[in-house]
């Protein structure tokens, strides 16, 4: 089970740091990451990591001012935003996959929706003044 967390409303340039919680997960078999969801536009990665080496990789739109990280004692996934903008306004969600999701880190490129066998609910994050 997955579970985001740690949304909210925030100003331009404001930053938040989101959740996720793997429930019955070992995270060193598992890459796992973030999407988004804007109204009216499809799901886009953000970001991904495996824990078990650290390798990450980030969207265009993220890098430099997103960090992705996670705690396998904890069984937590995070996601620290900064500098964020109104266009960074969107429903976020956590997920994990196993070989496809492996498979896309490896190549460097961000899994796809289909790439993730796992998925939670999302978390809302708002930037507005």
């Known amino acids: 089970q997955l579970q985001a967390s740690g949304g909210g409303l925030v100003q331009p340039g404001g930053s938040l740091t989101l959740s996720c919680v793997l429930s019955g997960f070992d995270l060193d078999d598992y890459t796992i990451g973030w999407f988004r969801q804007a109204p009216g536009k499809e799901r886009e990665g953000i970001s991904c990591?495996?824990?078990?080496?650290?390798?990450?990789t980030y969207a265009d739109s993220a890098k430099g001012r997103f960090a992705i990280s996670s705690d396998n004692a904890k069984n937590l996934m995070y996601l620290q935003m900064n500098n964020l903008k109104p266009e960074d306004t969107a429903v976020y969600y956590c997920?994990?996959?196993?070989?496809?999701?492996?498979?896309?880190?490896?190549?460097?490129?961000?899994?796809?929706?289909?790439?993730?066998?796992?998925w939670g609910q999302g978390t809302l994050v708002t930037v507005s003044s």
């Open positions: 997920a994990a996959g196993g070989t496809r999701a492996l498979g896309a880190l490896l190549m460097l490129r961000l899994p796809t929706l289909d790439d993730y066998d796992y």
């Open positions: 990591i495996r824990q078990r080496d650290g390798s990450s």
